[in-house]
C-alpha cells in the first residue's frame, strides 16, 4: 500500500473526468467530439453512482471512447507509415499501484481491456506487437479483422498526408471507497514508424494513479511526455501544491519547456477534486461528480464540459427540493441567456460541488477561458 499519510478515511464523493485528446481544433465536428466525451462520462458515472469501483469507471468510459470512430483510440485509430493501426493502452489503479499496459497492438477493439487483462491476468505490466495479442488470444479476448479499425477518415488522411487533429482518449476516477484509477488509449501519432510505442503505454508517462494522491492521464507528444515521465511528475506536483489546477498547469509548462512538445492532461486528486490543462487549441474534457454526497443531501448534479478552451457551469433549484441542480453548458454552443456570467476557477468549481449545504451554492452561471485558448 502507498503511503496513507494524507489521506482522511471514510467514503469519498464519486467523480470522473475525460478527456478526448489535446490537439488541433477541427473547426466542424466539435460537435461530435462533444457528444463523445459526454456519452463516455455518462458511462462511467454510471458505474461509479452504482456504487462500482473507478477501476470499472476508467475502462468503461475509455471503451466508450475507442468505439467511437472520432477519436484517436481503437476504431478511428491514425495509421501508421505502412497504413496499419497500431494501438498503446494502459490503465492503473493506485490503492496498490496495480497497472497493466499494451503497445503496437493491432487486431484489438478495446486496447484497454487487454491493457487491464494483463494488470490482472499475468505477471508483467507491457505486453507488446505479437506477444500482446497472442495474450490477447489465450485471454479469449474477440479478435477482429485490423480493416475495421480503419475508418475512411483516417484512410484518406493517410493518402492525403493530411496532418491528424489528435483524439487520444482518457479518463481518471475516484470511487466512494476513495480508490483511483486511471487509463489512456490511443493510435499514437498520424504516420509513425510501425512499432513506434508512446506514452500512452507508459505508465508514469501516459498514465498514472496513487490513491493517496491523485490520478493522471496524458495527451500529445508521447516523446515528450516520456522525456518528463509527466503523469508521475504530474502528482509529485500535485502531492507539493495540493491544488489540481496548479499542477495540471505546472505539469504542461514543464511538457512545453523540458519535454519540448505539446500536449495537456487531466488530473483528479483524492478528494475528488480536478484540474486540467493544455498548450493545445483544443483539449475536449468532460466531468462529472454528485455534490452534496459528502453531507448526505444527495440531490445536486455536478456536470462540467469543456470544449474548444471554454465552458460553462449552471446551477438551477431543483424544484421542490430546496436543493440545486449543477448543469454544464458549453459555450459557444450555449447562449449564457438572461443569467449574468463570472470568471470562476476549476478548482474552485470543484469545490463548490462539494459545499456542505445545499443552500450554500446559489443560482448562477459561470464559465471561464481555459488558460491556453
Ligand atoms: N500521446 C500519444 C502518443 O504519442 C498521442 C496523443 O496523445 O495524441 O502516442
Redesign the pocket.
Known sequence: MPPQRDRVAGPRVPSILVHG???ADPVEGRDELRAGVRVAILEGWRILAGGGSALDAVERAVRALEDHPRF?AGRGSVLTSAGAVET?ASIMEGDRLQCGAVGAVSRIANPVTLARRVMEASRHILLVGEGALAFARAQGLPECDPEALVTERQRLRHRELVPAT???VGAVALDRNGTIAAA?S????AG?LPG??????LIGC?TYAESSIGGVS??????A?MRVVLARRALDDLKEADDPEYAARVAVDLLVEEGRGH?GLILLDWRGRMGWAHSTPLMPVALMSPAGQMDGTGSQLFNYLALGGRAAVASRPRPGTGSHEIIALNLPFAGSGNIRPTIMEPSRIARSAQMPSDKSVPPRLEFRRQFNS
Do not use: F, W
Open positions: 485528446g489535446a490537439g484517436n498503446d489528435k483524439g487520444t489512456t490511443t493510435g499514437g501519432l509513425k513506434r510505442v508512446g506514452d500512452s503505454a501516459g496524458c495527451t500529445g507528444d508521447g516523446e511526455i500536449g
